[in-house]
């Protein structure tokens, strides 16, 4: 069964430091997404993607975020400058459409700021 | 802020009950609700979804949507212990951009 894939699977860094999260998604889906989780909260959407664009994001998603899909699989969120705070688990997913389609998730990297 | 409210829980059942989980919705212009599990340390699964008013039964799943209400209920049939999971209801629609918007989980403990 396809799947989406993250790597990796722990990122730590130093506050202040650049990351980089990356994302396969599934081949055949055309909208891509970031959510996050806080330990103990709920997940929370951060982008959405399509056809080399941006479609929404929230306020989380500020000027410190950008996302990327540099070729024809992957999909990345950088982090420019991380804060604390930014320590979370981040779920890549994707969907065939949007509106009333599935999303599936991948199994997340848990990011730990220093 | 649309909100997507759920019992936090925890809900215990035992082996072979049903489980019902609750989540009210407030963003009234809603049109698509889903069920995600969530195990412990994983990613969110695609239980269930529903579109319309009504129930929608999917083996053991059964999920209910009442739109006048703002209300989806999912009732799990024949609990089992692997059935213990965060049961996450999610919202989307033209207000959010169809970007779904995630309750806080209901925590449910099958016990044998």
């Known amino acids: 069964e396809p799947e989406v894939t993250q790597t990796p699977s722990h990122q730590v860094t130093q506050m202040g430091q650049e990351v980089i999260l990356r994302c396969v998604p599934i081949?055949?889906?055309?909208?891509f997404y970031w959510y996050r989780q806080i330990l103990g909260q709920k997940v929370e959407f951060l982008v959405s993607f399509y056809n080399n664009e941006i479609s929404e994001k929230s306020e989380i998603f500020d000027d410190q975020f950008s996302v990327e899909r540099p070729d024809g699989s992957n999909f990345t969120l950088k982090i420019r400058s991380t804060k604390l705070e930014d320590s979370a688990m981040y779920f890549c997913?994707?969907?065939?459409?949007?509106?009333?389609?599935?999303?599936?998730f991948g199994s997340g990297t848990q990011l730990s700021v220093l | 802020q649309k909100e997507v409210e759920q019992n936090s829980g925890p809900l215990s059942v035992p082996e072979g009950a049903i489980a019902s989980l609750n989540c009210t919705y407030s963003d009234r212009v809603s049109q698509s609700f889903f069920w995600y599990r969530q195990y412990s340390g994983k990613s969110p699964e695609l239980i269930m979804s529903i579109y319309s008013n009504g129930d929608k039964e999917d083996g053991r799943f059964t999920a209910q949507l009442n739109k006048a209400s703002q209300y989806v209920s999912l009732l799990i049939r024949d609990s089992q212990p692997s059935d213990s999971a965060t049961y996450l209801c999610?919202?989307?629609?033209?207000?959010?951009?169809?970007?779904?918007?995630f309750g806080k989980g209901t925590s449910l403990l099958v016990t044998p």
């Open positions: 999610a919202v989307n629609g033209p207000n959010s951009g169809y970007a779904l918007n």
């Open positions: 997913a994707s969907s065939v459409g949007t509106e009333n389609e599935k999303l599936f």
């Open positions: 081949s055949n889906h055309l909208y």
